[in-house]
């Protein structure tokens, strides 16, 4: 294959004949888009790609541009593989008009995806299934210019007074996200979260040990794959952390106890439940001190980078991931 520069571009690609009989298929795997993470997307598609292809199939990577959805009508692949993070993949638009195309697709439906992607709704819902989470207070770009910024942060401060995080209502990659340990670094903080989304949401921090469970969907229902644990040179899992090789280092199987990894995985399986979740999804939480795991987001199109954490736990579980992505595509073949 070329450079994903190359490969993913507005030039139609040419897919083979359909093959149905099990030995390959016709695979499209999407990645890009105009998010604040599309050099990320890419690398996933890539990886994917890479992956698919090494497991036999004819794999076409493509942009979700102005000619994909007119490609995807005549060419009519086997399955789609979106590895698009941010609004282009995550939001639910595009997975509604793959569904409307009736094109097999990887992941999660676009209900579903829109339960994930608000932070402040599967933290909700989440909550209401039992798993701890941070108490917060959410807040609208327009609210806070209308009642007044320093009377909005008097409010929050008295109801979160300890250390809080600042993040926007979606997203991901730590985008917009702040750690705020002083009271005069909150409305910088919220300066940075409303660039990224018109609502913003401040939570307080839970200290611990921070982790990502993959789960993936089988035969016998959702699996938690062994439980990644994060810890940043830093200190903070920044956008530059997550994707810069050397600034933090990853732990695969994380060093939880096993009681406490047990935990980590039973909630991570139960959140993936609770918001409709499908195929694969990563989950990240928060172990505290007394073993509680706290949810942060679930995310429907996790990072598949080299420096991912999906594809770090896929390895601790003894899988392959060629093997793991060409199980994901026959299941969207067969789901129809």
Known sequence: MADSEEIVSDAPQQLGPNVTD?????????????????????????????ALDAAGHQVALRDPDAGLLP?????????????????????????????????????????????AWSKPVASSLVGDAGISVP????????????????????VVRKALPGDVVVKPASGGSAQGVTIVDAP?????????????????????????TEVAVTVVDTADGPVALPAVEIEPTAGIYSFQAR???????????SRLPVDRADAVADAAVLAHRTLGLRDLSRVDFIVDEQGEPW??????????????????????SGADASTLYDGLIRRAVARG
């Not at 390959?24 to 997307?41: F, P, Q, T, Y």
């Not at 108490?135 to 008097?154: C, D, I, K, T, Y």
Request: zero cysteines; a negative charge; hydrophobic letters at 45%.
């Open 22 to 50: 099990g030995r390959a298929l016709r695979v499209v795997v999407l990645a890009g888009g105009i998010s604040h993470e599309r050099d990320v997307s890419l690398r996933s598609g890539r990886r994917v790609a890479d």
């Open 71 to 115: 490609f995807l009508a005549d060419h009519r692949p086997d399955v789609v593989f979106p590895a698009l993070h941010g609004s282009s993949g995550e939001d639910g638009s595009l997975l509604d008009l793959l569904a409307a195309l009736g094109v097999p697709t990887v992941g999660s439906t676009g209900a579903a995806a829109r339960r």
């Open 135 to 154: 108490e917060s207070v959410v807040l609208s770009h327009e609210a806070f210019r209308e009642l007044g910024a320093a009377s909005v942060l008097r």
């Open 184 to 208: 005069d670094e909150l409305p910088r903080a919220m300066v940075d979260a409303f660039t990224y989304d018109d609502v913003a949401v401040v939570e307080n921090r839970v200290f611990g």
């Open 243 to 253: 994707y810069n090789a050397g600034e933090t280092t990853f732990y695969a199987p």
């Open 295 to 316: 949810f942060l987001e679930a995310n429907v199109v996790p990072g598949l980078t080299e420096t991912s954490l999906v594809p770090l736990a896929i390895e601790a």
